[in-house]
């Protein structure tokens, strides 16, 4: 079944779909729904999708952009909560591309859970996140399958600024260093709100990040990083050594590793870079 996008669906077909499932886009799981066909298509482009790529789509809604992925991916699989969605997913791709039926698998899950998937492993992540919980199911997913080299998430814009945001910038923080651990981490474009059904009312960003080469050098785990990022931001105002007492167990302990790792303890968590991060986790147990 085709239409003027080719297979892909546009305004007509998506209201169609939701009127015939008896589907309203709830706030409370983030959906707004791709009406436009060359939006999908874009987000391909830009997510340079290959034809030998597996790609995992988190919350494929009625399918604008599963569509868009099989036409290029060798393989797709989405990842889908509601349970009517994930109920009338197969027909949609049945319905409009039958060739590429066996290409597609889908997993009803809260991505949150998701701890594997069926058939190969991913390569890519490719998806229009739920507004609400956009940076937890990123940082899973990135965490849970290590194979994904490429990203390309479609979020709100302010979201997607935090993502890519350096050191030093007034929007840089615990998304930001949690993303650059695992990635090098963009600004891939800007989405309008007209291409949405229904319209949100904030715009959306594209991000794209891929996968370090080599992972940070520590011998500190990753918890124990996380546990450092959590701590300055929780009191971003305030001087590492201040805002770290808690978790060194006091200031003087939190001065020693900073200082022990090669940071001022005057800084604030906003000027340091996952590296520098990474470095106060190894000094925990100095002068503590």
Do not use: C
């Not at 930001?176 to 904030?202: E, L």
């Amino acid at each position: 079944m085709s239409t003027e996008h080719g297979p892909l669906l546009g305004p007509a077909e998506i209201r169609e779909l939701a009127t015939a499932l008896d589907v309203r886009p709830t706030k409370q799981r983030g959906q707004n729904f791709v009406i436009d066909a060359n939006t999908v298509r874009r987000i391909v482009r830009t997510a340079e999708v290959r034809p030998d790529d597996v790609v995992v789509e988190v919350g494929p809604g009625l399918g604008s952009l599963t569509l868009a992925l099989l036409e290029t991916a060798a393989h797709v699989t989405a990842v889908e909560i509601d349970d009517v969605l994930a109920g009338a997913l197969p027909a949609t791709i049945q319905a409009r591309l039958p060739h590429e039926a066996d290409s597609f698998a889908l997993v009803h899950s809260d991505a949150m859970l998701v701890k594997e998937l069926p058939g190969p492993a991913p390569t890519a992540l490719v998806a229009n996140l739920p507004y609400n919980v956009a940076v937890p199911v990123l940082l899973h997913m990135l965490d849970t399958f290590p194979t994904i080299e490429r990203t390309l998430v479609m979020v709100q814009a302010e979201v997607a600024d935090r993502l890519a945001a350096g050191p030093g910038s007034r929007v840089y923080g615990v998304p930001s260093v949690k993303a650059a651990w695992y990635a090098d981490v963009k600004r891939a474009g800007s989405i309008g709100r007209n291409v949405f059904w229904p319209a949100p009312n904030v715009d959306s960003g594209l991000v794209s990040l891929v996968r370090r080469d080599e992972p940070i050098k520590t011998t500190a785990s990753k918890r124990e990083v996380f546990a450092v990022v959590d701590a300055a931001f929780a009191q971003r105002r305030k001087t590492l050594r201040a805002a770290l007492a808690g978790w060194a167990g006091s200031a003087a302990a939190a001065e020693a590793a900073l200082v022990a790792a090669g940071v001022s303890p005057q800084a604030r968590g906003e000027a340091l870079t996952v590296e520098e991060f990474a470095r106060i986790a190894e000094h925990k147990e100095t002068g503590a």
